[in-house]
């Protein structure tokens, strides 16, 4: 063999670039950009609806239509971190793509970090056609939509959806079956942290900073300030630094998790 | 090709456990040859394996490839590896060529060599077409696939792991013509169930059972080792005494093991067997002669199967 060794910088690009091609032809990816357009086309519907049937006025404030559209990011980048993220690492051990990948002189690490910028740049891509669908909205309904808010909630979205793939990762990293780290990822993300967060927040009345899906109420930060507690007649609303914060704490702690269980895993079935 | 090309197990072993997969196994080779690994199912040829690819981690020992510690340098040890391992699945979403070039792509191919490089493979190992997701193909054309992603950057050792299982006979023999042809630059250690391929292939042979190396040595080497000593006659009438000793001089015993049936231990050479038979044919009508030298597989029976080979012979 002639070729002299590539970088790691180089292989972290291959490794990507193959998964993110891998990603977007699963079923997967189609489900979720279906459902997207779905759920868009049918607020958008219903909206409208609504709004000629004079059953509700007409929205004026443009900020408010974007914010009432974000309310259901969240669930659309918890499903496409499960579905994406949720088998990223248990297919190489236990399906049979870690013997054809682990035995290429390629470091672990590269390959975990090229699968997960993978799945985060595809969920960030399915997050920001739902922008499309709320954006469109809110432009029919008021005829502007508030950029520099939206911008920033966008950039909020992209660090959300790294926490939400960081978490999936790490199932996927403890659990052996693929199909079961996507499914504990999803009762994660939709029972048991909502469920916490109600219980605490209502009984103890306790701010639940440890949850991400307490943290996705940040999206909307960059539009809409909510005052920090009580805004709705109870509960907690993050900061929005808090908001970021409670993700980036969610990435580094489940990406650095994962990394260690990948690197030492070994493939004895 | 690299100026070391060795691979070398130093006391090396697995535990997962209480269970010694592996235990202190050390060997060395160095230069172009075909190593056999063989052992029953469970014998720690798998293992070994991975050990050597870093899809384990030994509990004690070390596994090095052209010097390099699999375990320390994994990136720069592998560097000069192909290997298959069990069956490995490329992305089922990807097509053929495409699992192929990202392979050829990690491993430092690109542009024209890299397309030259997996025409020259889909020709060699008669690859199907492969514009077809690999998640399509059938075992053995993924398992084709597979073989040729590990050589397409031409490496120094190739680790093979039962490389014809759940092929047809008509692709073996293509691998195994293609095996022939790369062990006169390569390093090759393969493991393997099917003892002609073996030793057909291989120039040396290591037996694994239980997790321990139980032998080592050339293939002639070792089936010359354990080489027939008896052999079973029958007669179509009983013989007399008189004309049995005749057999005296080329047999060390003559004993019978039914009515006119007689085991005739000798000293393994093939020209007393032959002699043995001419004389049998003094002593009185031969209805059959069996025993014949089974060279690898005999050695295999001997050393993994005691009983079996006991049972062969009765």
Redesign the interface.
Known sequence: ??????SDGR?LL??TR?QL??YL??YRFLAMVIFVIVVGSLLLGVLTYLVHSGRISAPTDSSAVLVGYLTLLALIVYFSAALLGGDAISTDFG??????T??????RRVLLIGRYAAAVLTTFLIAVLYYVFAVAGDLYFTGGVPVAGLLGSIAVTLLFSAAAVALAFFFSSVVKTPALSILLTVLMLFVFLPLVVSLITAEANIEPWFSLTYAAAAISEPIVNVPHHDAFGGGFQPYLWEGLVIMAAYLVVFLLFSYLVYE?K???G | ??PTLSIEVESLSKR?GSFSALENASFKYEGPAAIGYLGPNGAGKTTTL?LL?????PSQGHARINSLDVTAR????????G?????????P??TGK??LE??G?????SGERLHDQIARYAQLLELPPLERRTGKLSKGQRQRI?LA?ALL????II?LDEPTSGLDPAERVIIRNLLVQLKRDRLIFMSSHLLPEVTEICDRVIFVNQGKIVAQDTVAGLSNRFRETQVDVEFLATPTAEKLALLAPLSQKVEAVGPSRYRISFDGEDATRTQLLLVCQQVGTVRSFSGSTLGLEDAYLKLMRPESAAATKA
Do not use: N
């Open positions: 063999m002639t070729e002299p060794v590539v292989q291959i490794a193959y091609q891998s032809r699963t399906a049979r793509t870690g013997y054809y682990l035995v290429l002189p390629i470091r030492f070994e493939s004895s | 090709m690299s997962f991975k690819t870093r899809l384990l981690r994994p990136k720069d040890a592998l560097w000069d590896v290997a298959v391992i069990e069956s490995p699945d490329p992305y979403q990807q495409e699992a990202m392979v792509e990690f491993r430092g191919l597979v992603s950057s031409e490496p120094s680790l």
